[in-house]
Nanobody
Framework: QVQLVESGGGSVQTGGSLRLSCAAS????????MGWFRQAPGKEREGVAS????????NYADSVKGRFTISQDNAKNTVYLQMNNLKPEDTAMYYC??????????????????????WGQGTQVTVSS
């Protein structure tokens, strides 16, 4: 069973930055996909960014392109989401997710919840104007 622990959320003003971290409790995670999702009250969950562990390919929602960067540190089994130029509409609970190791890049790039098998508990991000 994979456990994911997010950290790094908080409250910032418009234009600020935060870096979210997601630590996976497995000794090695060398394939598959990891992603960041967010859900604001009354809205559907949105796939924000994904990274293909095997090849390093990344994909982003249009709403965050150019502002958010997903990256991985294989030695630490950790995935990060660097969020710059934050806007009030970025306010949401952010979740880290991991797929089974066999997930292919095509599915990883779609950032669909149903492709991810393991989820963290979430970390709140609040951006004030």
């Amino acid at each position: 069973q994979v456990q994911l622990v997010e950290s790094g959320g908080g409250s910032v003003q418009t234009g600020g930055s935060l870096r979210l971290s997601c630590a996976a409790s497995i000794y090695t995670y060398s394939s598959g996909c990891m992603g960041w999702f967010r859900q604001a009250p009354g809205k559907e969950r949105e796939g924000v960014a994904s990274i293909y562990i095997g090849g390093g390919g990344t994909n982003y929602a249009d709403s965050v392109k150019g502002r958010f960067t997903i990256s991985q540190d294989n030695a630490k089994n950790t995935v990060y989401l660097q969020m710059n130029n934050l806007k009030p509409e970025d306010t949401a609970m952010y979740y880290c997710a991991a797929s089974r190791p066999t997930l292919r890049w095509y599915s990883c790039s779609r950032r669909q919840s149903e492709d991810f098998d393991y989820w963290g508990q979430g970390t709140q991000v609040t951006v004030s104007s």
